[in-house]
């Protein structure tokens, strides 16, 4: 549990070692930006919201500009969120997972004096589901975190609210002083109600106690409450519930059993340690009605502000410069449709190489595979040793996101098993995305170092493209507009199965020329056989159908149709789809929905030209041949890099928030972490926490750093405990709902006023001040 600049969880953790410092210069970024670890316990779970609010207050930065006037800063809720981190199955998704999000926040930061507290007034507007809201926030700091007031004091009040409406949706406050910290929040947020209170008493870092009480009631999970108390000496950490009883966790982070996650790693040039930086975006301005809203332009498209409109097609927005502590504007033109072409261009490697890297295949039919049901996807990867696949999970979609559950025994699948499919089309996080491994025609024993692992590199397509064919064909999964209307307007008496054209649907079969579908590309949109666009971005199409909800991706568009011959059906030819992964050395994919990932925004400089962003950047890393390392010690995995921080693709699984101890991703209370930490350690020879690209065969190296780390404790016997003499302590007096304020309400004694009215360029950007 992450807190301003403190951390609940940081006063449990004893023993973490500082880094010793080397190699490239000691003035490089690489050895002098800081690394923060905290403690991720199950009291953080019932306050997760606080681990978001408190990134958002620091991305603000409202201890670098005070008196400096009211000011806009531009907050990443993707950045901020720790619940986004989980299992992406699918290009889609992946992109949903990864695409900024920024909201905007009016800030104002004052102090009176040096002896005078800082009081901060902010206004966040974003938007959830559609529907545009607004944070009002105020902070009183009074005094900075010591070692023997480890929460320093302050105090935040806050409510949330849907615009337009008078009531706070959510409503809480923090609180800390002399070495306590209190935290209440009430949330009405349809559909159902909770409430969690926490009190935690410290003397220092070394010793401590406090309890917690949550409650939840509606939402069709009928009710449910948790109650706990902890304690806390410079050994161990007691925490008793009304669920689970005592439970000891030891406080040495050398322990063995201790967990570590990593949700922020910085990428460095080898030899002079600066950050790398990458060409994702720039913040944007623009008036809609007389009234300027803020955003953002990146390589995902456009994002706006909650309660902003889309800038629409061909209007005007300006890119806000920063340089020499100022900032200036330069009006660019704004081009949208509603979706986006993705091209991917062949890499190979062998499957030999690829053991035990786990990737998602979608089944038909689970019989000819020892699988439990059809429809399905699986987690699986290649056992090199013992010459097979193996499944050991199925992966399940809705409309809060994937979940994956293991299987009651893992399955063993012999290579032949895809002889006559082609082979095996799946998605890998950790080979950076779409799969296909040639398995045609083999039986028997195979040699895995001669069997070639297709995957593929992606950036999207921009309208005017000159390399992008006129026209495409697919065999699989092909989606027009009339399909996609069908399927999203259906009524229960004339159901549809999919969004394709239905000869299409899941098809895995040889297709006769006549019945492979034909595109044309225009703008880099996709246009079917009636010439009208591939598109629906109307966000009530998707509200009853949760496994479209990251939008709906097309099968494989291909340009020759030499690339799809039926190796058996060649005279006359048949198609097949699965050959296209095998023979083509570009494909593309469509994709379309109400997201702004789904869709295509860009913009036209005064030239008439686009401005082009920098995809994610794969980065090829060679995992340790260690037992830390676990299943993938010795094997080598491709990670995407999206800008400073923001490095992603590293496997996963799941743990219990109570225990810490691994179980299955669908049991109730997990938690989806990163099986390993990329280490980082600037004296070892020769250096940890190397990753590489090879982009025609000249190889550039880079160095990694964690930069924010997630401790885990390890769970002991109660007796270490109770042998340590720690006890939890009883009736802890908690926070109540009469200490609640809202600072909307001009009644109130933390009333923020009026919302200032600005049309200056945002000066703070995630955490970074540009002027």
């Keep these: ?70 000011y806009v800063a531009l907050v990443d809720q993707t950045a901020c969120d720790s619940a986004k981190s989980g299992l992406a199955t699918s290009g889609a998704s992946a992109g949903a997972a990864q695409a900024p999000n920024y909201m905007t926040a009016v800030v104002n930061s004052t102090r009176a004096s040096n002896s005078d507290p800082m009081l901060v007034s902010a206004w966040l507007t974003f938007s959830e589901q559609g529907k545009a809201k607004t944070v009002f926030a105020h902070i009183s700091a009074t005094a900075a975190p010591t070692a023997s007031d480890p929460y320093g004091t302050f105090r935040l009040d806050y409510c949330g609210k ?16 002399n070495g306590t910290l209190s935290y209440y ?13 926490l009190e935690l008493t410290s003397v220092g870092t070394t010793s401590g106690s406090g309890g917690l009480a949550a409650q939840q009631s509606g939402g069709g999970g009928g009710s449910q409450s948790a109650a706990l108390d902890f304690a806390y000496d410079q050994n161990y950490f007691l925490r008793t519930d009304n669920q689970n009883g005592p439970q000891c966790f030891s406080r040495d982070a050398s322990d063995p059993a201790t967990g570590f996650s990593v949700w922020q790693y910085g990428l460095y040039d080898a030899l002079s340690g600066a950050r790398i930086a990458v060409n994702s975006g720039f913040p944007i301005q623009y008036t809609v009605g007389g009234t300027q809203y803020q955003g953002y332009a990146g390589y995902y498209g456009l994002s706006v502000q ?26 660019y033109t704004v081009v949208t449709n509603g979706g986006r072409l993705t091209r991917y261009t062949r890499q190979t490697r062998t499957l030999q190489s690829i053991d035990r890297i786990h990737f998602n295949v979608f089944v038909n039919s689970a019989a000819p595979f020892g699988l439990p049901q059809d429809y399905t996807q699986y987690d699986m990867y290649w056992d090199d040793a013992g010459q097979q696949f193996v499944a050991d999970a199925e992966i399940n979609c809705g409309q809060n996101g994937c979940n994956t559950a293991n299987l009651a025994q893992n399955v063993a699948i012999a290579p032949a098993a895809w002889s006559t499919l082609g082979g095996v089309q799946g998605w890998s996080q950790s080979l950076g995305g779409s799969v296909y491994i040639n398995l045609a025609g083999v039986s028997g024993a195979i040699d895995s ?64 020329a006549a019945n492979v579908i034909q595109y044309t590309v225009s703008g880099a949109v996709l246009i079917d056989a009636n010439n009208q666009a591939v598109v629906d971005t109307n966000p009530n199409d998707y509200q009853n159908y949760p496994q479209y909800q990251p939008g709906v991706m097309s099968g494989t568009l291909f340009a020759n149709l030499s690339d799809a011959v039926c190796p058996d059906n060649a005279n006359p030819p048949d198609y097949c789809g699965w050959m296209v992964n095998n023979q083509a050395g570009v494909y593309y ?36 041949n260690a037992a830390s390392f676990g299943s993938y010690a010795g094997t080598s995995i491709v990670l995407q890099y999206n800008g400073f921080g923001d490095l992603w693709g590293i496997p996963g699984s799941c743990v219990s928030s109570t225990t810490n101890l691994p179980v299955d991703c669908s049991t109730s209370g997990s938690r989806y972490v990163p099986d390993f930490v990329i280490p980082y ?63 909307s309400d001009s009644s109130s004694p933390v009333y ?9 360029a945002p000066r703070v950007i995630q955490g970074v001040v540009e002027y």
């Design 681 to 743: 350690d600037p004296t070892s020879t020769p250096q940890q926490g190397v990753v590489t690209t090879s982009v025609n065969n000249v190889t550039t190296t880079y160095l990694v750093k964690w930069l924010q780390r997630e401790i885990r404790l390890a769970m002991k016997s109660t007796s270490v405990c109770t042998n340590d003499d720690l006890v939890a302590p009883s009736n802890v007096q908690l926070p109540t709902a009469a200490s609640l304020t809202d600072p």
């Design 589 to 624: 994919v469509w994709q379309t929905g109400a997201s702004s990932w789904d869709q295509f925004a860009a913009l036209k400089d005064g030239s008439g030209n686009f401005v082009q962003f920098d995809a994610p950047l794969n980065v090829n890393f060679a995992v340790p």
């Design 162 to 177: 849907l615009n337009g409406t008078g009531a706070c949706m959510f409503n809480g406050f923090m609180q800390a002083g």
């Design 449 to 512: 170092a001669s069997i070639t692992v297709v995957y593929y590199v992606q950036d999207l397509v921009y309208p005017g493209d000159a390399t992008v064919p006129a026209t495409l064909y697919c065999v699989g999964n092909c989606p027009s507009a009339a399909s996609l209307q069908a399927y999203f307007t259906q009524s229960p008496a004339s159901p549809v199965a999919s969004p394709f054209i239905a000869s299409s649907n899941n098809n895995t079969q040889p297709v006769a």
């Design 306 to 331: 909650g309660s902003a409109p889309f800038p629409a097609n061909g209007s005007t927005v300006q890119k806000v410069d920063y340089a020499n502590g100022s900032a200036t504007t330069t009006n």
């Design 185 to 197: 929040e009430t949330d009405n947020n349809d559909p159902g109600t909770s409430t969690t209170a």
């Design 1 to 70: 549990m992450k807190l301003l600049s403190t951390s609940v969880g940081c006063v449990v953790l004893a023993g973490v070692a500082a880094a010793a410092f080397a190699t490239p210069p000691a003035s490089s970024a690489y050895l002098t930006d800081p690394q923060s670890s905290y403690v991720q316990d199950v009291t953080s779970q019932s306050i997760g919201s606080v681990n978001m609010i408190a990134c958002i207050v620091y991305s603000m930065r409202p201890d670098a500009l005070v008196n400096q006037g009211p």
């Design 752 to 760: 923020l006023g009026a919302e200032p009215v600005l049309t200056s």
